[in-house]
């Protein structure tokens, strides 16, 4: 950026009201940890477990380890500046955060496009499951997840470090993102502004089109299986994945849905508290706790650490 003022923003974060920063903190670093927690788990399991090495658990994975990189891009400086009440940061280290908070989040969103082909893929076609989504292809598919995710940001962030800092040096936002941004600079922001919108409904609309006929050709498929068991358990299968789908795409369509300008700002940090902090942390819990295989991996991981920890007291 060029900038020969201001070196340094200061971010409002959530609130002025000195009364809930401690409850914002408690919260923040209760749902961070617990995310972390969660997120580490369900990587720890996918790598060690061999009942889950299929390619479901491979792009769970990965996208356990985006959630992680997502939501410490963010919520960990502002709990700093919670805890010591400095709200200022570098323009460096701001750059950096626009940076990785948007290619983390459009990663996310080509790992839920890839991961609805992945269940398409064995409930339409079981028979060609293996030969379909074998190793390369999976790796092929979470590497063009990452190459799409840097492809879509740097040409917005090309011309965003291009902008001019005048007057302003406040932040209306918890951590730095583009939008914020835009709106205190003394540059001509138009050309930067459609090319985020055109970005942003690029990677909204190719990866919920994706999703959409996924989900379409897997429902068809679903309702022509004779017995009633055998639907429950292909809708059980799915049910995890839909759950995360509806709460990312339902959160970043809620931010167009705003009553007034005034109270747009107010709406847009509860939705991205909701995407950096709670969805994060929500999301382990989803697929553990209604994945019978992961729950199984878990109890028997849990019990190999007790048996080894019961063996070296012994020793």
């Known amino acids: 950026m060029k900038n020969h003022t201001i070196t340094t923003f200061i971010l409002l974060g959530l609130t002025d009201d000195p009364h809930l920063q401690i409850p914002i903190f408690i919260f923040l670093f209760f749902t961070y940890m ?3 927690t969660g997120n580490m788990t369900i990587i720890f399991l996918t790598l060690f477990d061999c009942h889950l090495k299929t390619p479901m658990y491979f ?3 990965n996208f356990a380890l985006v959630e992680i990189s997502f939501t410490s891009a963010c919520i960990p400086r502002y709990l700093y500046n919670i805890a010591t009440g400095d709200r200022s940061i570098t323009y460096s280290v701001c750059v950096i955060q626009v940076f990785f908070t948007d290619i983390f ?11 609805s082909y992945d269940r398409y893929v064995a409930i339409c076609k079981p028979l060609h499951y293996v030969t379909i989504m074998n190793r390369r292809v999976c790796r092929n598919l979470v590497f063009c997840c990452w190459l799409a995710g840097l492809m879509i940001i740097l040409p917005p962030l090309t011309l965003f470090l291009n902008l001019k800092f005048c007057d302003s040096n406040v932040i209306d936002y918890f951590f730095c993102d583009a939008s914020p941004i835009l709106k205190i600079s003394c540059s001509d922001t138009w050309l930067i502004e459609q090319l985020v919108i055109v970005c942003a409904v690029l990677t909204f609309i190719l990866t919920l089109m994706c999703v959409i006929l996924s989900y379409t050709h897997i429902i068809k498929t679903i309702v022509r299986f ?10 059980s299968t799915c049910s995890s994945h839909m759950i995360v789908v509806s709460i990312a795409y339902g959160s970043c369509i809620f931010i167009y849905i705003k009553p007034s300008a005034k109270e ?3 709406i847009n940090k509860g939705v991205a508290i909701l995407i950096t ?3 994060p942390m929500l999301n382990p819990f989803i697929y553990t706790l209604r ?3 992961v729950r199984q991996a878990f109890s028997d991981s849990f019990k ?8 070296v007291k012994l020793i």
């Open 34 to 36: 617990l995310s972390i």
């Open 59 to 61: 792009f769970l994975q």
């Open 105 to 115: 989040g459009v990663i996310e969103f080509f790992l839920l496009a890839i991961m």
């Open 226 to 235: 004779p017995s009633a068991q055998q639907r429950k358990k292909a809708f």
């Open 264 to 266: 747009s700002v107010a």
């Open 277 to 279: 902090s709670v969805a």
């Open 291 to 293: 994945n019978k295989q």
């Open 304 to 311: 190999n650490l007790a048996l080894t920890y019961s063996e």
